[in-house]
C-alpha cells in the first residue's frame, strides 16, 4: 500500500526541484550554444536558450529514484529508455539532426520498453468478436504507438507553454482515468504520471508567454514519449474503449498531426516538411494573440480531457454516441479554421447547401 498524502507532498517536493533547476538549466544552455533563433518557420522574435526539458526529465527521476515510493527495477527500464530519448533531444537541441536519426533514437526507446519494462499493447478486446491476440504484431503496433504520440507532441512545440501545458492537461486526465477508473494492476502508474506532471508544472512559469527558455526537442520529444508509454500501461489488455480514451485526450497532437499528414499530402509535399499551417498557426492567423492561442488550445485539450472522463462511465452505446459527436465537432472545427486547407471543406459545403434546400422548400 502506498500512503497517498506521502506521495502528493513527494509531488509538491519535485515542482520546487523542478522550479529551483530550471534556471540552471538555462544557463547551461546558453553556455553550450543551445539557442533557438528567429527564423521563417519560427514564431519566437528573438533568440531563446532552449534544452528546458532537462530539467523536467531531471526533477522528475530525482523525485522517483529518491523520494517516492517506487521500487527501482520499475524505474530503471524507463529510465534507460528516456535517457536515450534526452540524449536524441539534446543532440537535435544543439547541431539540429535529420528526422530519420530522431526517429532512430525514438525506436531505440521504445524497444528497451517493449522488452525491458514488458509495457506492449498484447491483446484487443471487441464487442461481439471477443479477444483478438497480437501476437507478432504486437512490436510493430507499440512501436507505431510510441512513434506517432511521440512526434505528435513535438509537432505542436511551437508556442511558449503550449507543449508543456498541453501534456499537463493530458497527463492528469490520464493520472485521473488510471487511478479511479481503469483495472491497472500497480497503483504505481499513475504516481509516476503525477510526479511527472509535478516536474512538468514546475518548469511551465518559466517557459508560458513571454518564455525564457523553451522546451525545445529535448523536452518535447521527452514529454511525448512519457506520454505514450503512460498510455500504453492501461492497454496492455485493452478494450475499444481503453484504446479510444488516450486517443481522445491526445485529441490535440493527434488531430494536428492527422491534418498536417493530409495537408501535406494534398499539396503533394513530404510528411517530414515543415510549414506554418498548424493549429496554433491557424489561430493567430485567425486574429488571436500569442498568449491567447495557446490559452484556446489549453481549453480545446481541457475538453477533450473532459470528454475522455466521460466514456469509463458510459454505456457502450453511449460511448459510440459520444465518438460520433466528437468526431462531427472536430471536423467542423477543422473546416472552419481551414487546418487542413482553406478550399476544401466538404462538412460545410453539404451543410449550406441543405440549409439552401430547406429555404428553397420554405
Not at 511551437?158 to 494492476?185: K, P, Q, R
Not at 502508474?189 to 513571454?210: D, E, R, S
Amino acid at each position: 500500500m502506498y500512503d497517498m498524502f506521502q506521495v502528493l507532498v513527494f509531488c509538491i517536493f519535485t515542482v520546487v526541484i523542478s522550479f529551483i533547476l530550471t534556471p540552471l538549466v538555462k544557463k547551461l544552455a546558453l553556455k553550450v550554444n543551445a539557442i533557438d533563433k528567429p527564423g521563417e518557420r519560427r514564431v519566437n522574435v528573438k533568440a531563446m536558450p532552449t534544452l528546458g526539458g532537462l530539467a523536467i526529465y531531471l526533477s522528475f527521476y530525482i523525485s522517483l529514484f529518491f523520494l517516492q515510493p517506487i521500487p527501482i527495477k520499475q524505474i530503471f527500464p524507463l529510465f534507460i529508455a528516456s535517457t536515450i530519448i534526452i540524449i536524441t533531444g539534446v543532440i537535435d537541441d544543439l547541431i539540429e539532426i535529420s528526422p530519420r536519426l530522431k526517429m532512430l533514437g525514438i525506436v531505440i526507446g521504445a524497444l528497451i520498453i517493449y522488452y525491458a519494462a514488458d509495457i506492449r499493447m498484447d491483446l484487443v478486446t471487441f464487442p461481439l468478436i471477443g479477444e483478438v491476440h497480437l501476437g507478432i504484431f504486437s512490436l510493430p503496433i507499440t512501436l507505431i504507438w510510441i512513434l506517432a504520440i511521440t512526434n505528435a507532441v513535438n509537432l505542436i512545440d511551437g508556442l511558449d507553454g503550449l507543449a508543456t501545458g498541453v501534456s499537463i492537461i493530458a497527463l492528469t486526465t490520464m493520472g485521473i482515468i488510471g487511478f479511479f477508473f481503469l483495472t491497472i494492476s500497480d497503483v504505481a502508474v499513475p504516481i509516476m504520471i503525477f510526479t511527472l506532471v509535478a516536474a512538468a508544472i514546475g518548469f511551465l512559469p518559466y517557459n508560458f508567454f513571454p518564455a525564457r527558455i523553451f522546451l525545445g526537442d529535448t523536452g518535447a520529444l521527452f514529454l511525448g514519449f512519457m506520454i505514450s508509454i503512460m498510455s500504453l500501461q492501461g492497454l496492455k489488455n485493452a478494450t475499444l474503449i481503453t484504446l479510444i480514451i488516450p486517443v481522445v485526450i491526445l485529441g490535440i497532437p493527434i488531430t494536428d498531426t492527422i491534418a498536417a499528414i493530409l495537408r501535406r499530402r494534398l499539396n503533394q509535399r513530404p510528411i517530414s516538411s515543415a510549414d506554418k499551417m498548424h493549429l496554433h498557426h491557424r489561430l493567430m492567423t485567425l486574429g488571436l494573440t500569442h498568449r491567447q492561442t495557446v490559452l484556446a488550445i489549453y481549453c480545446i485539450a481541457a475538453m477533450f480531457s473532459l470528454i475522455a472522463l466521460m466514456y469509463p462511465i458510459s454505456t457502450f452505446i453511449g460511448s459510440i454516441m459520444l465518438t460520433i459527436g466528437l468526431l462531427l465537432g472536430l471536423e467542423l472545427f477543422i473546416e472552419l479554421i481551414g487546418l487542413v486547407s482553406e478550399e476544401r471543406r466538404p462538412l460545410l459545403t453539404r451543410l449550406k447547401r441543405f440549409a439552401k434546400k430547406v429555404n428553397r422548400k420554405r
